[in-house]
T-cell receptor, first 112, second 115 residues
Framework: AQSVTQLGSHVSVSEGALVLLRCNYSSSVPPYLFWYVQYPNQGLQLLLKYTSAATLVKGINDFEAEFKKSETSFHLTKPSAHMSDAAEYFCAVSAPGYALNFGKGTSLLVTP | EAGVVQSPRYKIIEKKQPVAFWCNPISGHNTLYWYRQNLGQGPELLIRYENEEAVDDSQLPKDRFSAERLKGVDSTLKIQPAELGDSAVYLC?????????????FGPGTRLLVL
């Protein structure tokens, strides 16, 4: 079985500050890991994905995430938050033969 | 390139009534997914199609939910009869290929409210 746990249902940062959204995974096989973003009343958009290549993955809008097997983590970071980054962020895990399992999401608030 | 199209965007019905959702995936995408997203939760897979074949429907409540993808392109998800607990956003996604590392592209969803 596979699952992800997103630590913190709500995260607030100031504009220009570092964004850090935490995700820990559980998987009995080597996982594929994803971060999606969801803006209000919209579907999910892929930010980045890890599929067993480089452990540091760069995505759209200056987001990146690092796969750390020893810590079973795949935290999402961005050096400088913009107001437009305010949204719901979902971490997800899958593997060959397994469905995509999402976390419960983290709501990011960016304050001026 | 057009994205995943879903309709309607919003639906309000009374309990015990039927309801149907429609999805048109991105052209050329052979894999189609239906997810349910409850308020404050991540999406949960209901059913996955490879072309016209349902290859994973283990999470679909088959007593009231049904789905079809007759020609391997667009798909319909139906609930009959609807219950209060079915209120949620129903998301459709599509991808090209069969590997689960393939990127899934999501539609905007249908927001269902059952009164």
């Amino acid at each position: 079985a596979q699952s992800v746990t997103q630590l913190g249902s709500h995260v607030s940062v100031s504009e220009g500050a570092l964004v850090l959204l935490r995700c820990n995974y559980s998987s009995s096989v080597p996982p594929y890991l994803f971060w999606y973003v969801q803006y209000p009343n919209q579907g999910l958009q892929l930010l980045l994905k890890y599929t067993s290549a480089a452990t540091l993955v760069k995505g759209i809008n200056d987001f990146e995430a690092e796969f750390k097997k020893s810590e079973t983590s795949f935290h999402l970071t961005k050096p400088s938050a913009h107001m437009s980054d305010a949204a719901e962020y979902f971490c997800a895990v899958s593997a060959p033969g397994y469905a995509l399992n999402f976390g419960k999401g983290t709501s990011l608030l960016v304050t001026p | 390139e057009a994205g995943v199209v879903q309709s309607p965007r919003y639906k309000i019905i009374e309990k015990k009534q039927p309801v149907a959702f429609w999805c048109n995936p991105i052209s050329g995408h052979n894999t189609l997914y239906w997810y349910r997203q409850n308020l404050g939760q991540g999406p949960e897979l209901l059913i996955r199609y490879e072309n016209e074949e349902a290859v994973d429907d283990s999470q679909l409540p088959k007593d009231r939910f049904s789905a079809e993808r007759l020609k391997g392109v667009d798909s319909t998800l139906k609930i009959q009869p609807a219950e209060l607990g079915d209120s949620a956003v129903y998301l459709c996604a599509s991808s090209y290929g069969q590997g689960t590392e393939e990127t899934q592209y999501f539609g905007p969803g249908t927001r269902l409210l059952v009164l």
